[in-house]
């Protein structure tokens, strides 16, 4: 009886919920398949597997703060939701795939303050936001962005490798060192593949570890120069080792390690920052971060 009465009353929900799931899958089913093949041949991107399962870690640790909400189903959601529409079709039309793919979250917005209202769409901002990180940058940005950190990732290795005694020229992106030849910095030593992977995960580890803002954004602001940082350290070592021990050593097992390597000690560097804000930043107490949290 206690069931029948709860499908009842939310009968007229679950219907809306149903339907409008529907016409999203039907809606977006091609892009999902886009989001599968660029994961699987763009290592830029690869981490955007993990990205779904997160979100879904994430929603379900808020299911006890989400059972505790009252739904208020709000009109507001539905002007989101049309946005997001809107955003789609312009996507389409202009063949602009980032706008297409990233009106998938506008769409999920707008349903979730349709359907639930601003509680939980509250509650379920951040993971919500987090799912930008499985959306592609677009190739004009990503190649641009790209390009300038491979100019500045070769000018500071080729000083750096010209202060240890070690004859270097640079131009352009390709150092030319002494007994070694030309090195190329490619576009996978720039630090964007670094830059993209350690913003999701700085961003969960400050959501994760932080209730303040400030202390949550230090973390995130951290990611850009330590991923810079540690391809500077990527490049250099490249080019020493070649110096010393031949040429394979920038085109060996070695150099292809070198990745792994590099985000170690990237989320090494990232840890550093995190206890250098428990010494010098410490949280409010709990409760007076609560009562200051908007």
């Known amino acids: 009886m206690i069931g029948k009465t709860f499908f009842q009353e939310h009968k007229d929900e679950a ?19 886009m989001f599968w093949y660029d994961w699987s041949h763009d290592d830029n991107y690869s981490h955007g597997f993990l990205v ?47 706008i297409r793919r ?6 999920l917005g707008g349903l979730i303050l349709y359907l639930y209202g601003v509680g939980h769409f509250r509650v379920l901002l951040f993971p919500l936001t987090y799912m930008i990180f499985m959306v592609p940058l677009p190739a004009i940005v990503y190649k641009g962005l790209a390009f300038r950190l491979q100019i500045l990732v070769s000018i500071i290795s080729a000083e750096i490798i010209r202060l240890l005694g070690i004859a270097v020229y640079r131009n352009g992106n390709v150092l030319e060192v002494a007994q070694v030849g030309p090195l190329a910095v490619e576009e996978a030593c720039s630090g964007m593949r670094s830059i993209l992977a350690l913003l999701a995960l700085s961003s969960l ?59 170690v000690i990237a989320f090494a560097l990232l840890w550093l920052v995190s206890k250098a804000m428990d010494a010098f930043l ?7 971060a609560a009562s200051s949290a908007p």
């Open 15 to 33: 219907a809306r919920l149903g339907i409008l799931s529907l016409v999203m899958i039907v809606l977006y089913s091609p892009t999902f398949s």
């Open 52 to 98: 779904p399962f997160i979100v879904g870690y994430l929603v379900w640790t808020k299911r006890d703060q989400l059972g505790r909400l009252v739904p208020a189903p709000s009109w507001t959601g539905l002007v989101v939701l049309v946005a997001g529409v809107g955003l789609y079709v312009l996507g389409t039309i202009g063949a602009e795939w980032f």
């Open 102 to 107: 990233s009106s998938m979250i506008v769409v």
């Open 205 to 263: 580890l400050a959501y994760i570890l932080y209730r303040t803002r400030l202390r949550q954004w230090i973390l995130v602001a951290f990611a850009l120069p330590v991923a810079v940082v540690t391809n500077i350290f990527r490049v250099t070592m490249t080019g020493i080792l070649s110096y010393h021990f031949g040429r394979e050593m920038a085109e060996g097992w070695l150099h292809e390690s070198f990745g792994g390597i590099v985000f």
């Open 282 to 288: 410490p949280e409010p107490p709990k409760e007076a």
